[in-house]
DNA sequence: CCCGTGACTTCCG
DNA sequence: ACGGAAGCCACGG
């Protein structure tokens, strides 16, 4: 298991991110087994960032926060985005987080 | 080679 | 309950 598989199986978990829903680094990460390793999943994203198979934007923080709106290249993005895949958003935070929420832990497979 | 930084999260005071 | 500090891994300067 080399580090560069760790990337490649965020990639493969956000995109299975259903349309319409979201999920956190650090459920990610913890899916993967590394969860005090959330920060790997964000660089991840970050080295993803030309790929557009990967819905980034599915992936907030644990408090739905879109911290990374910045890296979108636009600063609304993001936000549009997800508004257009149903998801409310207000103040850069998305409302009703547990209604989209989506975590891989529950919805997909154990490793 | 060492230091700083980052799309995060959790623990301790 | 709140704020600060630490832990995690990788990468760039």
């Known amino acids: ?4 598989d760790f990337f490649d199986k965020v990639y493969k978990v956000v995109r299975k991110i259903p349309e319409g829903k979201v999920t956190s680094y650090g459920a990610i990460a913890s899916y ?6 959330a920060r790997l999943v964000g660089w991840a994203m970050n080295a993803s960032h030309g790929d557009n198979s990967i819905p980034a934007h599915r992936v907030v923080n644990r408090i739905g926060l879109l911290t990374g709106k910045h ?6 993005v993001m936000q549009q985005l997800l ?3 149903g998801i409310v958003i207000k103040a850069n935070k998305i409302q009703n987080l547990e209604n ?11 490793v």
């Open 83 to 85: 508004e257009n895949e």
């Open 71 to 76: 890296h979108f290249g636009g600063t609304k």
């Open 1 to 4: 298991m080399s580090k560069n």
């Open 100 to 110: 989209f929420f989506w975590d891989p832990r529950k919805s997909l497979p154990p």
């Open 32 to 37: 993967l087994g590394a969860k005090k390793s």
